[in-house]
């Protein structure tokens, strides 16, 4: 059966730092860049993974300091907002009022996640893809930071994607973007009050205190939630291929907003909701990422979802080091970790709770000095400097 997306909020236990020096920025830097750099495992089990190759695995955290809210971080909705409930994948697809509570609060978030962009992790990840020392990378994130930032890094998008709809009917994918614009025409007034908001600023912070004392609560994956909202008035398009075809079934109103009594026609978030099944190519692409690497390096992830939790799983039972890179617990961890040695510098495991912004750029520097660039930097910048193409 495939796999479920279902949120886990259990309390995790601190993190236990591996090796004690990664406790510090600094510390961290050179672990990971043992880690990143050393030899395959001899205890690889897979032929496939003897190839020097890391397969990276990023969660929410990587985007935080591009201004998106997480889950379970320090700032997290799940700390800050114990009540928050995501709409589940049963809930969207059978009940018209989920669905416009979903795309309302959608519609007003979708402002800050289409302005922001890939911040300096993602960019020292696609150096890293660029060095040669990270192969693919997994993530959980809906943001598309990953294939923007590095397009030609082979990126799975295990949960799916922000960027696009899919209609539920005939499976077409519509442009969000264009899909914004047509709530703004159905939804004058959330238009408009939308436009206020902007103005105000609300949107402009990410500090949840400031959020908060604005009436607004701001969710990961793009959800603004406005307690007391009238979110009955608000209406969303059906898929316009659907009505283009006379598909039997999809009705709208006077002005094109998806009628109560159609059967057909909803377009859905191309995102795997929670509740809802992973599909099978991409359960297969992760499998076959991992399996093809000699490391997997997780960057900003508790782990928290089974559809992450098992990749890890699977990359310890192949004998793979395994990294983790993430403020705050990780589910399960301690499985990860157990027996590794004490004599340890970071290839065989390495356990960081510090800030990636901060460390990975840093280990891409200490990559490329390993590898002979620093020099050609220096050469660059010299020619630069004389004017020299």
């Known amino acids: 059966m495939p796999l479920l997306r279902v949120p886990y909020t259990d309390p995790l236990p601190p ?17 990971l860049t043992d880690f990143l750099t050393a030899p395959p495992s001899k205890n690889l089990k897979l032929d496939t993974a003897r190839n020097d190759r890391t397969v990276l695995l ?3 955290g990587i ?11 320090t700032n997290g909705t799940y700390t800050l907002n114990r009540t928050y ?22 519609y007003l978030g979708w402002t800050n996640l289409h302005k922001a962009r890939p911040n300096i992790a993602h960019k020292a990840v696609a150096r890293l893809g660029e060095l040669g020392v990270i192969s693919s990378c997994i993530t959980q994130n809906v943001d598309s930071f990953h294939p923007i930032a590095h397009p030609a890094l082979r990126t799975t998008e295990l949960h799916g994607y922000l960027r696009a709809l899919v209609c539920l009917t005939c499976r077409t994918e519509y442009p969000r973007t264009a899909f914004q614009t047509q709530l703004s025409t159905l939804n004058p007034a959330w238009a408009a009050f939308l436009a206020e908001v902007l103005a105000s600023g609300a949107l402009d912070t990410e500090d949840p205190a400031q959020r908060r004392a604005r009436g607004l609560k701001t969710n990961p994956d793009g959800d603004v939630d406005i307690p007391g909202a009238p979110y009955s008035t608000f209406r969303y398009p059906a898929c316009p291929t659907c009505l283009a075809a006379g598909t039997a079934g999809v009705k709208v109103d006077s002005d094109g907003g998806w009628a109560a ?24 692409a992760a499998e076959e990422a991992v399996d093809g690497a000699s490391r997997v390096l997780v960057v900003g992830s508790s782990l ?4 992450a939790w098992r990749l890890v799983k699977r990359a310890r039972e192949n004998g793979m080091p395994i990294g983790v890179l993430n403020i ?15 004599v340890n510098t970071g290839r065989e495991a390495v356990r960081a709770s510090v800030d990636a912004g901060e460390v990975l750029p840093a280990v891409v520097r200490m990559v490329e000095e390993m590898r002979g660039f620093k020099g050609l930097r220096e050469e660059m910048k010299m020619d630069r400097e004389k004017g020299v193409a």
């Open 85 to 106: 409930r995501p709409v589940y994948y049963n809930e969207f697809t059978s009940n018209h009022e989920a669905r416009k509570r979903y795309w309302a609060r959608s």
């Open 58 to 60: 990023s969660g929410a």
């Open 328 to 342: 705050g617990g990780v589910r399960g961890e301690e499985v990860f970790f157990g027996g590794v040695g004490e």
């Open 261 to 284: 009594d159609s059967t057909g026609g909803v377009l859905k978030p191309a995102v795997v909701m929670f509740g809802e099944s992973i599909p099978q190519a991409t359960k297969i």
């Open 304 to 307: 928290a979802t089974y559809s």
């Open 15 to 31: 993190p236990h730092i591996i090796p004690r020096t990664a406790a510090t920025v600094s510390g961290a830097i050179g672990c």
């Open 63 to 73: 985007s935080v300091a591009s201004g998106l809210a997480d889950y379970r971080g």
